[in-house]
Protein backbone atom coordinates (compact mmCIF):
# COMPACT_ATOMS: atom_id res chain seq x y z
CA UNK A 1 0.00 0.00 0.00
CA UNK A 2 1.61 3.10 -1.14
CA UNK A 3 1.71 5.73 1.50
CA UNK A 4 0.33 9.30 1.57
CA UNK A 5 3.15 11.56 3.58
CA UNK A 6 1.40 14.83 5.11
CA UNK A 7 1.84 17.12 7.71
CA UNK A 8 0.30 16.70 11.11
CA UNK A 9 -1.66 19.89 10.09
CA UNK A 10 -2.44 18.25 6.93
CA UNK A 11 -4.28 14.94 9.07
CA UNK A 12 -6.43 17.18 10.92
CA UNK A 13 -7.75 19.38 7.78
CA UNK A 14 -8.49 16.39 6.24
CA UNK A 15 -9.85 14.38 9.33
CA UNK A 16 -12.47 17.64 9.75
CA UNK A 17 -13.04 17.65 6.04
CA UNK A 18 -14.65 13.97 6.76
CA UNK A 19 -15.97 14.80 9.34
CA UNK A 20 -18.49 17.89 7.85
CA UNK A 21 -19.20 15.51 4.88
CA UNK A 22 -20.20 12.81 7.49
CA UNK A 23 -22.28 14.42 9.87
CA UNK A 24 -23.64 17.43 8.20
CA UNK A 25 -23.69 17.06 4.20
CA UNK A 26 -25.07 13.70 4.07
CA UNK A 27 -27.32 14.28 5.40
CA UNK A 28 -28.17 17.58 4.02
CA UNK A 29 -28.16 16.06 0.60
CA UNK A 30 -30.46 12.89 1.42
CA UNK A 31 -32.70 15.11 2.76
CA UNK A 32 -32.91 17.24 -0.21
CA UNK A 33 -33.55 14.07 -2.69
CA UNK A 34 -36.20 12.72 -0.63
CA UNK A 35 -38.31 16.49 -0.82
CA UNK A 36 -37.04 16.90 -4.12
CA UNK A 37 -38.82 13.21 -4.72
CA UNK A 38 -41.94 14.71 -3.66
CA UNK A 39 -42.17 16.82 -6.49
CA UNK A 40 -43.32 14.12 -9.29
CA UNK A 41 -41.96 13.69 -12.15
CA UNK A 42 -38.31 13.17 -12.30
CA UNK A 43 -37.05 13.42 -15.87
CA UNK A 44 -36.91 16.87 -15.78
CA UNK A 45 -36.63 17.50 -12.11
CA UNK A 46 -33.97 20.11 -11.53
CA UNK A 47 -34.08 19.70 -7.80
CA UNK A 48 -34.01 16.00 -7.80
CA UNK A 49 -30.78 16.11 -10.42
CA UNK A 50 -28.93 18.10 -8.39
CA UNK A 51 -29.22 16.99 -5.40
CA UNK A 52 -27.97 13.95 -6.97
CA UNK A 53 -25.04 15.06 -8.59
CA UNK A 54 -24.15 16.74 -5.48
CA UNK A 55 -24.68 13.39 -3.32
CA UNK A 56 -22.44 11.44 -5.75
CA UNK A 57 -19.57 14.02 -5.02
CA UNK A 58 -20.04 14.21 -1.68
CA UNK A 59 -19.72 10.26 -1.49
CA UNK A 60 -16.90 10.16 -3.99
CA UNK A 61 -15.38 12.95 -1.53
CA UNK A 62 -15.81 10.86 1.72
CA UNK A 63 -14.24 7.09 -0.31
CA UNK A 64 -11.33 9.64 -1.40
CA UNK A 65 -10.29 11.27 1.77
CA UNK A 66 -10.90 8.21 4.40
CA UNK A 67 -8.69 6.47 1.29
CA UNK A 68 -5.85 9.00 1.91
CA UNK A 69 -6.22 9.37 5.56
CA UNK A 70 -5.97 4.94 5.75
CA UNK A 71 -2.39 5.53 3.64
CA UNK A 72 -1.30 8.66 5.74
CA UNK A 73 2.14 8.88 6.95
CA UNK A 74 2.14 11.44 9.71
CA UNK A 75 5.39 13.79 9.21
CA UNK A 76 7.05 15.52 12.57
CA UNK A 77 8.26 18.35 10.66
CA UNK A 78 9.87 19.67 14.30
CA UNK A 79 12.33 17.23 13.99
CA UNK A 80 13.69 17.26 10.40
CA UNK A 81 17.08 18.36 10.13
CA UNK A 82 17.54 22.51 8.77
CA UNK A 83 20.35 22.18 6.38
CA UNK A 84 18.48 19.69 3.61
CA UNK A 85 15.20 20.38 1.84
CA UNK A 86 12.92 17.54 1.93
CA UNK A 87 8.80 17.04 2.66
CA UNK A 88 7.71 19.54 5.65
CA UNK A 89 10.56 21.25 5.18
CA UNK A 90 10.45 25.10 5.04
CA UNK A 91 12.66 26.74 2.43
CA UNK A 92 13.40 30.77 1.99
CA UNK A 93 13.49 31.42 -1.97
CA UNK A 94 15.18 34.39 -3.26
CA UNK A 95 14.29 35.51 -6.78
CA UNK A 96 17.86 36.79 -7.98
CA UNK A 97 16.41 39.41 -10.58
CA UNK A 98 14.71 41.36 -7.74
CA UNK A 99 15.76 40.08 -4.55
CA UNK A 100 12.52 39.26 -3.56
CA UNK A 101 12.36 36.86 -0.95
CA UNK A 102 9.58 33.96 -0.58
CA UNK A 103 9.36 31.25 2.42
CA UNK A 104 7.55 27.94 1.14
CA UNK A 105 6.85 24.41 2.78
CA UNK A 106 7.20 21.42 0.59
CA UNK A 107 3.97 19.97 1.12
CA UNK A 108 1.92 16.97 -0.60
CA UNK A 109 -1.27 17.13 -3.07
CA UNK A 110 -3.79 17.27 -0.88
CA UNK A 111 -2.11 20.72 1.42
CA UNK A 112 -0.97 22.75 -1.72
CA UNK A 113 -3.74 24.70 -2.23
CA UNK A 114 -4.24 25.18 1.76
CA UNK A 115 -2.45 27.83 3.22
CA UNK A 116 -0.02 30.21 1.66
CA UNK A 117 3.27 29.41 1.20
CA UNK A 118 3.13 26.07 -0.08
CA UNK A 119 4.98 23.71 -3.04
CA UNK A 120 4.26 20.50 -4.11
CA UNK A 121 6.13 17.30 -4.43
CA UNK A 122 6.55 15.92 -7.44
CA UNK A 123 4.62 18.64 -9.33
CA UNK A 124 4.69 17.60 -13.43
CA UNK A 125 3.61 20.12 -16.04
CA UNK A 126 0.38 22.20 -15.41
CA UNK A 127 -2.71 20.50 -16.57
CA UNK A 128 -5.55 22.97 -17.99
CA UNK A 129 -9.01 22.53 -19.22
CA UNK A 130 -10.22 25.10 -21.11
CA UNK A 131 -14.04 24.41 -20.65
CA UNK A 132 -16.73 26.51 -23.18
CA UNK A 133 -20.00 26.44 -25.39
CA UNK A 134 -17.76 25.88 -28.73
CA UNK A 135 -18.60 29.00 -30.30
CA UNK A 136 -15.50 30.28 -31.58
CA UNK A 137 -15.24 33.95 -30.33
CA UNK A 138 -16.22 32.28 -26.60
CA UNK A 139 -13.77 29.54 -26.91
CA UNK A 140 -10.64 31.81 -28.49
CA UNK A 141 -10.78 33.70 -25.02
CA UNK A 142 -10.28 31.18 -22.46
CA UNK A 143 -8.12 29.12 -25.20
CA UNK A 144 -5.84 32.36 -25.65
CA UNK A 145 -5.55 32.40 -21.91
CA UNK A 146 -4.48 29.11 -21.73
CA UNK A 147 -2.03 29.23 -24.19
CA UNK A 148 -0.46 32.31 -22.58
CA UNK A 149 -0.02 30.47 -19.53
CA UNK A 150 1.50 27.62 -21.53
CA UNK A 151 3.78 30.05 -22.69
CA UNK A 152 4.98 30.55 -19.31
CA UNK A 153 5.23 27.03 -17.75
CA UNK A 154 4.82 23.73 -19.06
CA UNK A 155 1.54 22.74 -19.20
CA UNK A 156 -1.20 20.49 -21.10
CA UNK A 157 -4.19 21.64 -22.77
CA UNK A 158 -7.41 19.91 -22.79
CA UNK A 159 -10.13 21.47 -24.61
CA UNK A 160 -14.10 20.75 -23.41
CA UNK A 161 -16.88 21.62 -25.01
CA UNK A 162 -20.67 21.72 -23.47
CA UNK A 163 -24.43 22.16 -24.07
CA UNK A 164 -27.01 21.80 -21.76
CA UNK A 165 -30.48 19.79 -22.69
CA UNK A 166 -32.95 21.89 -24.05
CA UNK A 167 -35.15 21.34 -20.86
CA UNK A 168 -32.63 22.29 -18.67
CA UNK A 169 -31.14 24.99 -20.62
CA UNK A 170 -33.62 27.80 -19.12
CA UNK A 171 -33.05 27.01 -16.05
CA UNK A 172 -30.68 29.60 -13.42
CA UNK A 173 -27.38 28.81 -13.33
CA UNK A 174 -27.82 27.90 -9.31
CA UNK A 175 -30.24 25.27 -10.31
CA UNK A 176 -27.95 23.48 -13.30
CA UNK A 177 -26.10 20.60 -11.87
CA UNK A 178 -23.01 18.64 -14.71
CA UNK A 179 -26.15 15.81 -15.01
CA UNK A 180 -28.21 18.02 -17.09
CA UNK A 181 -25.58 18.79 -19.91
CA UNK A 182 -26.60 17.40 -23.55
CA UNK A 183 -25.07 14.22 -24.95
CA UNK A 184 -23.44 16.73 -27.52
CA UNK A 185 -21.23 17.88 -24.41
CA UNK A 186 -17.40 15.86 -24.11
CA UNK A 187 -17.01 17.05 -20.52
CA UNK A 188 -17.87 14.87 -17.05
CA UNK A 189 -16.19 15.71 -14.15
CA UNK A 190 -13.85 13.82 -12.21
CA UNK A 191 -15.41 11.35 -10.27
CA UNK A 192 -13.49 9.29 -7.51
CA UNK A 193 -10.30 8.49 -8.10
CA UNK A 194 -9.28 10.63 -11.29
CA UNK A 195 -6.90 13.33 -11.41
CA UNK A 196 -8.67 17.24 -11.34
CA UNK A 197 -6.60 19.44 -13.81
CA UNK A 198 -4.45 21.99 -11.73
CA UNK A 199 -5.94 25.15 -13.60
CA UNK A 200 -9.64 25.61 -15.08
CA UNK A 201 -10.47 28.10 -17.35
CA UNK A 202 -13.92 28.59 -18.70
CA UNK A 203 -15.60 31.21 -20.70
CA UNK A 204 -19.28 31.66 -21.37
CA UNK A 205 -22.43 31.77 -19.54
CA UNK A 206 -22.67 27.63 -20.33
CA UNK A 207 -19.84 27.12 -18.36
CA UNK A 208 -20.62 28.83 -15.11
CA UNK A 209 -22.81 25.97 -13.29
CA UNK A 210 -19.71 23.87 -14.36
CA UNK A 211 -16.98 26.03 -13.11
CA UNK A 212 -19.08 26.60 -9.58
CA UNK A 213 -19.22 23.00 -9.25
CA UNK A 214 -15.61 22.24 -10.43
CA UNK A 215 -14.14 24.55 -8.18
CA UNK A 216 -16.34 22.94 -4.73
CA UNK A 217 -16.08 19.36 -6.13
CA UNK A 218 -12.19 19.72 -6.61
CA UNK A 219 -11.82 20.43 -2.82
CA UNK A 220 -9.34 23.04 -4.08
CA UNK A 221 -7.11 20.93 -6.21
CA UNK A 222 -8.55 22.84 -9.12
CA UNK A 223 -7.68 26.90 -9.39
CA UNK A 224 -10.62 27.83 -11.11
CA UNK A 225 -10.42 31.53 -13.66
CA UNK A 226 -13.65 32.98 -14.98
CA UNK A 227 -13.47 35.02 -18.50
CA UNK A 228 -15.98 37.43 -18.89
CA UNK A 229 -18.05 39.00 -16.69
CA UNK A 230 -20.05 36.30 -14.75
CA UNK A 231 -22.58 38.75 -13.65
CA UNK A 232 -22.27 37.01 -10.32
CA UNK A 233 -20.21 37.84 -6.98
CA UNK A 234 -16.30 37.27 -8.84
CA UNK A 235 -15.69 35.76 -4.71
CA UNK A 236 -17.52 32.47 -6.13
CA UNK A 237 -14.53 31.35 -8.67
CA UNK A 238 -11.14 31.52 -7.50
CA UNK A 239 -9.80 34.45 -10.11
CA UNK A 240 -11.98 36.14 -12.94
CA UNK A 241 -10.34 37.77 -15.84
CA UNK A 242 -12.88 40.49 -17.60
CA UNK A 243 -13.01 43.43 -19.79
CA UNK A 244 -11.91 46.41 -17.89
CA UNK A 245 -15.05 48.43 -19.79
CA UNK A 246 -17.55 45.84 -18.23
CA UNK A 247 -16.57 47.52 -15.19
CA UNK A 248 -16.12 44.96 -12.73
CA UNK A 249 -13.62 45.33 -9.76
CA UNK A 250 -12.66 42.79 -7.04
CA UNK A 251 -9.27 41.88 -5.28
CA UNK A 252 -9.74 38.21 -7.24
CA UNK A 253 -10.36 40.31 -10.89
CA UNK A 254 -8.03 40.59 -13.40
CA UNK A 255 -9.42 43.42 -15.71
CA UNK A 256 -8.11 43.78 -19.57
CA UNK A 257 -8.37 45.70 -22.44
CA UNK A 258 -10.66 44.28 -24.58
CA UNK A 259 -10.59 40.31 -24.14
CA UNK A 260 -7.95 37.43 -24.09
CA UNK A 261 -7.35 36.47 -27.17
CA UNK A 262 -4.67 34.13 -29.18
CA UNK A 263 -3.11 36.45 -31.21
CA UNK A 264 0.97 36.60 -30.59
CA UNK A 265 3.48 37.87 -33.19
CA UNK A 266 4.77 33.95 -33.23
CA UNK A 267 1.74 32.88 -34.79
CA UNK A 268 1.14 35.29 -37.00
CA UNK A 269 4.45 34.33 -38.42
CA UNK A 270 3.67 30.85 -38.11
CA UNK A 271 0.34 31.24 -40.44
CA UNK A 272 1.73 33.46 -42.96
CA UNK A 273 3.48 30.47 -44.90
CA UNK A 274 0.27 28.84 -45.88
CA UNK A 275 -0.89 31.66 -47.28
CA UNK A 276 2.14 33.26 -48.42
CA UNK A 277 1.67 32.51 -52.31
CA UNK A 278 -1.93 33.84 -52.01
CA UNK A 279 -1.60 37.36 -49.87
CA UNK A 280 2.55 37.86 -50.10
CA UNK A 281 2.54 39.33 -53.52
CA UNK A 282 -0.66 42.14 -53.03
CA UNK A 283 -0.07 45.29 -53.75
CA UNK A 284 0.97 47.27 -50.87
CA UNK A 285 -0.54 49.24 -48.55
CA UNK A 286 -2.18 46.04 -47.66
CA UNK A 287 -5.46 46.30 -45.85
CA UNK A 288 -7.36 44.41 -43.63
CA UNK A 289 -11.25 44.48 -42.88
CA UNK A 290 -12.41 42.68 -40.05
CA UNK A 291 -16.61 42.98 -40.40
CA UNK A 292 -18.80 42.12 -37.53
CA UNK A 293 -22.56 42.51 -37.66
CA UNK A 294 -26.10 42.56 -35.74
CA UNK A 295 -25.69 42.44 -32.08
CA UNK A 296 -27.88 43.78 -28.94
CA UNK A 297 -25.97 47.29 -29.32
CA UNK A 298 -25.34 48.01 -33.39
CA UNK A 299 -26.40 47.08 -36.58
CA UNK A 300 -25.24 46.65 -40.09
CA UNK A 301 -28.10 47.73 -42.32
CA UNK A 302 -27.87 47.49 -46.08
CA UNK A 303 -27.48 50.97 -46.46
CA UNK A 304 -24.64 51.50 -44.24
CA UNK A 305 -23.22 48.71 -45.57
CA UNK A 306 -22.82 50.79 -48.65
CA UNK A 307 -21.45 53.54 -46.85
CA UNK A 308 -19.00 51.52 -45.24
CA UNK A 309 -18.22 49.98 -48.58
CA UNK A 310 -17.56 53.31 -50.64
CA UNK A 311 -15.44 54.90 -48.07
CA UNK A 312 -13.29 51.05 -47.63
CA UNK A 313 -13.01 51.14 -51.76
CA UNK A 314 -12.10 54.64 -51.55
CA UNK A 315 -9.24 54.41 -49.10
CA UNK A 316 -7.51 50.98 -50.41
CA UNK A 317 -7.92 52.37 -54.31
CA UNK A 318 -6.91 55.91 -53.10
CA UNK A 319 -3.37 54.67 -52.15
CA UNK A 320 -3.06 51.65 -54.71
CA UNK A 321 -3.17 48.68 -52.44
CA UNK A 322 -4.98 45.53 -52.04
CA UNK A 323 -7.83 44.37 -49.55
CA UNK A 324 -8.40 41.27 -47.28
CA UNK A 325 -11.78 40.94 -45.78
CA UNK A 326 -13.44 38.55 -43.47
CA UNK A 327 -17.06 38.83 -41.93
CA UNK A 328 -18.35 37.04 -38.64
CA UNK A 329 -21.02 34.89 -38.46
CA UNK A 330 -23.56 37.82 -37.31
CA UNK A 331 -22.58 39.54 -40.43
CA UNK A 332 -26.30 40.62 -42.18
CA UNK A 333 -26.64 38.43 -45.71
CA UNK A 334 -27.91 41.13 -47.51
CA UNK A 335 -25.06 43.85 -45.93
CA UNK A 336 -22.44 41.34 -46.36
CA UNK A 337 -23.68 40.64 -50.47
CA UNK A 338 -23.28 44.34 -50.63
CA UNK A 339 -20.17 44.68 -49.41
CA UNK A 340 -18.94 41.71 -51.31
CA UNK A 341 -20.01 43.11 -54.78
CA UNK A 342 -19.04 46.60 -54.52
CA UNK A 343 -15.28 45.64 -53.23
CA UNK A 344 -14.78 42.84 -54.72
CA UNK A 345 -13.27 44.02 -58.18
CA UNK A 346 -10.25 45.37 -55.70
CA UNK A 347 -7.12 43.21 -55.84
CA UNK A 348 -7.09 41.22 -52.60
CA UNK A 349 -8.94 38.70 -50.97
CA UNK A 350 -12.43 38.14 -49.51
CA UNK A 351 -12.86 35.09 -47.54
CA UNK A 352 -16.07 32.74 -48.30
CA UNK A 353 -15.72 31.15 -44.97
CA UNK A 354 -14.55 27.55 -46.70
CA UNK A 355 -11.50 26.23 -46.29
CA UNK A 356 -8.70 27.20 -43.12
CA UNK A 357 -9.43 30.28 -41.78
CA UNK A 358 -7.32 32.84 -43.37
CA UNK A 359 -7.58 35.25 -39.99
CA UNK A 360 -3.95 34.83 -38.46
CA UNK A 361 -2.54 35.07 -42.19
CA UNK A 362 -4.27 38.44 -43.05
CA UNK A 363 -3.33 40.02 -40.17
CA UNK A 364 0.20 39.17 -40.09
CA UNK A 365 0.54 40.79 -43.77
CA UNK A 366 -1.66 43.74 -43.71
CA UNK A 367 -0.46 46.75 -43.21
CA UNK A 368 -3.36 48.46 -42.12
CA UNK A 369 -6.24 46.71 -39.73
CA UNK A 370 -9.94 47.94 -40.16
CA UNK A 371 -11.97 46.63 -37.58
CA UNK A 372 -16.25 47.82 -36.88
CA UNK A 373 -17.02 49.03 -33.27
CA UNK A 374 -18.84 46.21 -32.48
CA UNK A 375 -16.48 43.52 -31.78
CA UNK A 376 -14.26 44.07 -28.26
CA UNK A 377 -12.62 40.93 -29.52
CA UNK A 378 -11.80 41.94 -32.65
CA UNK A 379 -10.39 44.93 -31.47
CA UNK A 380 -8.02 43.53 -28.78
CA UNK A 381 -7.11 41.23 -31.69
CA UNK A 382 -5.75 44.01 -33.98
CA UNK A 383 -4.35 46.11 -31.09
CA UNK A 384 -2.12 43.26 -30.16
CA UNK A 385 -0.20 43.83 -33.26
CA UNK A 386 0.62 47.27 -33.45
CA UNK A 387 -0.41 48.24 -36.39
CA UNK A 388 -2.65 51.32 -37.49
CA UNK A 389 -6.12 50.03 -36.10
CA UNK A 390 -9.26 51.96 -37.68
CA UNK A 391 -12.53 51.48 -36.20
CA UNK A 392 -15.74 51.77 -38.70
CA UNK A 393 -18.60 53.30 -37.26
CA UNK A 394 -21.57 50.90 -37.30
CA UNK A 395 -25.58 51.92 -37.11
CA UNK A 396 -26.09 52.47 -33.05
CA UNK A 397 -29.24 50.52 -31.79
CA UNK A 398 -29.08 52.23 -28.01
CA UNK A 399 -26.19 53.76 -26.53
CA UNK A 400 -22.72 51.97 -26.79
CA UNK A 401 -22.30 51.99 -22.74
CA UNK A 402 -19.28 49.82 -22.80
CA UNK A 403 -18.45 49.75 -26.14
CA UNK A 404 -17.84 53.19 -26.17
CA UNK A 405 -15.43 52.90 -23.04
CA UNK A 406 -13.26 50.43 -24.76
CA UNK A 407 -12.65 52.58 -28.07
CA UNK A 408 -11.38 55.31 -25.74
CA UNK A 409 -9.56 53.12 -23.78
CA UNK A 410 -7.55 52.19 -27.53
CA UNK A 411 -7.62 55.51 -28.19
CA UNK A 412 -5.73 56.69 -24.71
CA UNK A 413 -3.06 53.79 -25.92
CA UNK A 414 -2.69 55.07 -28.81
CA UNK A 415 -3.58 51.64 -30.86
CA UNK A 416 -6.74 53.60 -32.32
CA UNK A 417 -8.63 56.08 -34.45
CA UNK A 418 -11.68 56.20 -36.19
CA UNK A 419 -11.61 55.77 -39.57
CA UNK A 420 -12.20 58.83 -41.75
CA UNK A 421 -11.37 57.49 -45.01
CA UNK A 422 -7.60 58.09 -44.63
CA UNK A 423 -5.34 55.25 -44.28
CA UNK A 424 -3.13 57.27 -41.72
CA UNK A 425 0.23 55.66 -40.24
CA UNK A 426 1.26 55.51 -36.68
CA UNK A 427 3.49 53.34 -34.05
CA UNK A 428 2.11 51.96 -30.81
CA UNK A 429 3.42 49.70 -28.16
CA UNK A 430 0.97 46.71 -28.79
CA UNK A 431 -1.72 44.99 -26.41
CA UNK A 432 0.15 42.22 -24.48
CA UNK A 433 -2.94 42.27 -22.32
CA UNK A 434 -3.41 38.20 -22.59
CA UNK A 435 -0.10 37.64 -21.19
CA UNK A 436 -0.20 39.98 -18.65
CA UNK A 437 -3.43 38.00 -17.35
CA UNK A 438 -1.63 34.90 -17.92
CA UNK A 439 1.10 36.04 -15.26
CA UNK A 440 -1.09 37.14 -12.92
CA UNK A 441 -2.96 33.88 -13.00
CA UNK A 442 0.29 32.10 -12.33
CA UNK A 443 0.94 34.75 -9.33
CA UNK A 444 -2.65 34.00 -8.25
CA UNK A 445 -1.87 30.03 -8.23
CA UNK A 446 1.39 30.09 -6.25
CA UNK A 447 -0.60 32.42 -3.85
CA UNK A 448 -3.44 29.90 -2.40
Same mark, same amino acid.
Given at each position: MEKVPMTSEGYRTLDAQLKQLKSVERPSVIAAISEAREHGDLSENAEYHAAKERQGWIEGQIAEIEDKISRAQVIDVSKLDGDQVKFGATVTVVDEDTEEEGRYQIVGEHELRNPQGRVEVGAGPLSIRVVTDGRAGIENQALGLAEAVARLTPATIDVRRVQWRP?? #? @? +??????????????????? !? %???? !????? @???????? +??????? *? %????????????? #?? =?????????VVAPAHDGLTGPNVVSVTGSPHRITAEALGEAGPAFAALLGPLP *???????????? =???DLTADHAVVLANRIAGAVEGAGGSLMLTFSRRTPEAAERVMRDRLCGIPGLIWDGEGANPLFAILHFADHILVTEDSANMAAEAASTGKPVHILPMVALRPPGKFARLHA? +?? /???????? #???? /?? @??????? /???RAARAVLQAMTQT
Open positions: AF #D @W +LPVALKAPGMLDASSNLSL !P %KHGE !PWPDL @WIAAGRAS +LPLSLAA *R %KRSGGRTFVVQVQ #DP =RMDPDRFDQ *RPRVAALIGGRS =RVFD +LR /ERGASRPF #DGRL /ET @WTYEPLA /ETA
